[in-house]
């Protein structure tokens, strides 16, 4: 289940983000500090075109999804990362069971028709989680941290028992 993100959550998440597996694949891989971020929360808690949500598992906050670049009812950019309980095949399910509720919750809920994520090309476990879920490749381009390719899935093309 997707759940608003709000202020009692910020020193958790603000964990979770800060893990080196997060900053390895995150466009910003510097530490980021309790002021920065209570001050990131304060530049995006009312901004329409990014939705910040909490995952919960089982009534525990399992991890985190966020959507931005939010163009109504069109399309969408989202991203996530997990907290720090999961490891292996625990955290593979994980992965899976929050893919699926966060496209479900672009369609149905954000109602949008695409969405879209930008992973590193060496991230090869996300890229392939992606498209198994039904994503396709349609740009590329190159980053500081290197070749980011860019997917997108539309609500048409949404697997239904994927």
């Not at 909490?54 to 991203?79: C, H, M, R, S, T």
């Amino acid at each position: 289940m997707l759940i608003p993100l709000n202020s009692t959550e910020l020193d958790t998440i603000l964990e979770w983000r800060n893990q080196s597996e997060v900053r390895l694949y995150s466009f910003n891989d510097q530490l980021i500090s309790k002021q920065e971020h209570y001050r990131w929360w304060q530049d995006i808690k009312n901004d329409l075109s990014k939705r910040w949500m909490i995952y919960v598992l089982d009534g525990q906050n399992a991890g985190v999804v966020n959507y931005y670049n939010i163009k109504d009812q069109e399309e969408a950019f989202w991203g996530f990362y997990f907290s720090d309980k999961f490891e292996g095949y625990e955290k593979l399910k994980l992965w899976f069971k929050l893919e699926k509720e966060a496209i479900s919750y672009a369609f149905e809920t954000l109602k949008l028709l695409k969405l879209k994520c930008e992973v590193f090309r060496d991230n090869k476990a996300a890229l392939i989680m992606h498209k198994r879920i039904g994503y396709q490749e349609i740009d590329t381009y190159q980053h500081d941290k290197g070749e980011v390719v860019v997917l997108e899935i539309q609500k048409s093309r949404v697997k239904k028992n994927g």
